[in-house]
């Protein structure tokens, strides 16, 4: 029996599960600052705390490497804290203890020991918060080993990859990109969850693969109607989980319509999108290609705080349908 959906925000297709997953687990806690009695930066957490008590929804001080240390900590020895950092650039605050301490633990007891911990938080920008609050830095988080990196673009997919994040154990990123907290979407109602390391197909296609994640893909979707006026026919790949990585969808789709552009908020120049373009270099997509495969990313520059500008920095759908035209040119 199928579920019934519902249209909400992707807001709260978070809040949604995270509350089930408090409910269903009692070693699931919540930690950030202005969590509780704010509801979250963001307003992800709102009536949490109300549901669930203090004990449970803690509200912590402005320092991110005591309580993502702290978390750290409950992560090994028995809870399944989930972590909200108010902006991913304050990753930077507690990378030591992400990179040389939570992501290194189960190699180093020998797999005798689980860091189960998530660290939510928001990404990229389009908000006028500036250089400081609205940086995309998913490649740094990949490259790291022992990381999973999460990047939801719908409100479907943040509830069922939320829910399986949590139950992970392992130390998972999950990027939750700015402009789509007020994005609705359909959002199935019970119990479900969405595999960690599975892209998806959000539009068929024949002559090139869009291959993008967060809120690009519905860029690309947007494009791909554009480009289908002019008789072509793009396919939209969204990877929804950067690592592990889908190499298995991207080949497959490659190989199928021979052209490829990759489409990133974050900064092109050592940006992820140079990983996508390898596996499909190094894969058996290459055979196929009948043209170089294109990137289009974000400028090489802070991000400014003017509206204007900072629509410069990032793609733009006609920068996305430029690259693919340059796809079928001789």
């Not at 789509?180 to 359909?186: D, F, H, Q, S």
């Not at 109607?225 to 991207?250: H, K, M, Q, Y």
């Not at 974050?266 to 390898?278: D, P, R, Y």
Request: negative net charge; hydrophobic residues 40%; aromatic residues 6%.
């Amino acid at each position: 029996m199928q579920n019934e959906i519902k249209i909400i925000s992707y807001r709260d297709a978070l809040r949604e599960a995270l509350s089930e997953e408090m409910s269903r687990d009692p070693d699931v806690i919540l930690m950030g600052e202005d969590l509780g009695i704010y509801g979250g930066g963001f307003g992800v957490t709102a009536g949490l705390l109300e549901k669930f008590g203090p004990s449970r929804v803690l509200d912590t001080p402005i320092s991110e490497s005591a309580f993502v240390g702290t978390a750290i900590g409950a992560a090994a020895t028995g809870m399944r804290p989930v972590v909200e950092l108010m902006f991913s650039d304050f990753m930077s605050v507690c990378w030591d203890q992400i990179m040389n301490e939570a992501a290194k633990m189960h190699y180093m007891y020998a797999g005798s020991l689980r860091v189960p911990l998530v660290i939510r938080t928001a990404a990229g920008g389009g908000t006028g918060a500036a250089s400081q609050h609205s940086q995309s830095l998913e490649a740094m988080y990949c490259h790291v080993p022992g990381l999973k990196v999460v990047v939801p673009s719908t409100p479907g997919d943040a509830k069922g990859l939320l829910k399986s994040a949590v139950r992970d154990n392992n130390p998972v990123i999950f990027l939750e990109q700015k402009l789509l907290y007020n994005t609705k979407g359909p959002v199935p109602e019970g119990e479900y969850t969405i595999p960690l390391g599975k892209a998806e197909i959000r539009r068929k296609g024949s002559d090139v693969t869009l291959i993008s994640y967060g809120r690009m893909v519905q860029m690309c979707l947007n494009v791909a109607e554009w480009l289908a006026l002019d008789g072509i026919s793009a396919e939209v790949l969204d990877l929804r989980t950067l690592s592990p990585l889908d190499t298995d969808a991207i080949n497959a789709s490659v190989c199928r319509t021979g052209r490829a552009v990759v489409v990133h908020e974050s900064v092109q120049f050592g940006g992820f999108g140079g990983e996508i373009v390898s596996s499909i270099m190094e894969g058996e997509a290459f055979g196929y290609l009948r043209s170089p495969v294109k990137r289009v990313g974000g400028r090489f520059c802070p991000i400014p705080c003017s509206p204007e500008m900072e629509r410069n920095v990032f793609p733009t759908p006609r920068r996305i349908e430029a690259a693919v035209l340059e796809c079928f040119r001789k």
